[in-house]
């Protein structure tokens, strides 16, 4: 258990529509990172946030956005949903700037 | 900008024998650091071990050392006595510094393990 919790873990919606993903971080940690795992484009980096503060922009679509909130959970907004949009999308946080990554179990998102 | 490079995109081992996976990277940040995470069939990112930049000695986690080689800009994932657990995805990553954009990982494209019995 990597202490980073996403809800939920799976989701099947229809393309047009709107989901929200949430992440709440490990104790501590001040760090999330967003990232999309589809099986043609691997692991993209898509936003990262510092307690609150939007700090790194990955390969984000403008249909998508998120935001950390002072609780320092987190949640992904992804609207106008496609077939591509079809991944796994991880959560992950840190301490400040050093050390690894842990990961949440990831939201698998079906667009049908 | 920062590239992480797997160029295997299988490997299959014996059990028991040492296995490891390649990982090149390019980086002009002077300090960076380097990552391999193993990501098994139920799709959760396990993190295994992690070499720094100026690191001195190459980093070991119990069965999994990692075969750094600055100016080759490599950093290779052994596995020792491999087990039939170890059958998963594995990706090399890199973080680093602020001109790779606040420490955020990016990843290779993962080789994908299988032990054989």
């Known amino acids: 258990d990597s202490g980073v919790t996403q809800t939920p873990k799976h989701l099947i919606t229809a393309t047009g529509q709107r989901v929200t993903l949430r992440c709440s971080p490990r104790s501590g940690d001040l760090s999330v990172y967003w990232y999309q795992q589809s099986l043609d484009q691997g692991l993209q980096f898509l936003i990262q946030y510092y307690n609150g503060e939007e700090r790194a922009k990955g390969n984000i679509l403008e249909r998508f956005s998120a935001q950390q909130f002072p609780d320092l959970h987190s949640e992904l907004n992804l609207s106008s949903l496609e077939l591509g949009d079809s991944a796994l999308y991880f959560c992950?946080?840190?301490?400040?700037?050093?050390?690894?990554?842990?990961f949440g179990e990831g939201s698998r998102l079906t667009v049908l | 900008a920062q590239k992480i490079t797997q160029t295997q995109p299988g490997m299959f081992v014996q059990e028991k024998e040492a296995v490891t996976l390649d990982c090149t990277y390019d980086t002009s940040d002077p300090s960076y650091g380097l990552f391999w995470y193993k990501q098994p069939s139920s799709g959760e990112m396990i993190f295994l071990i992690y070499q720094g930049s100026y690191d001195q000695q190459n980093a070991t986690e119990g069965r999994y050392s990692l075969n750094f080689q600055k100016a080759r800009k490599s950093a290779n994932l052994v596995i020792s006595a491999s087990q039939l657990g170890d059958s998963a995805m594995y990706f090399c990553?890199?973080?680093?510094?602020?001109?790779?954009?606040?420490?955020?990982?990016?990843f290779g494209a993962g080789t994908r393990l299988a032990v054989h019995p």
């Open positions: 990553a890199m973080r680093g510094g602020f001109s790779g954009g606040y420490n955020k990982l990016i």
């Open positions: 992950a946080s840190s301490q400040a700037g050093f050390g690894e990554l842990f």
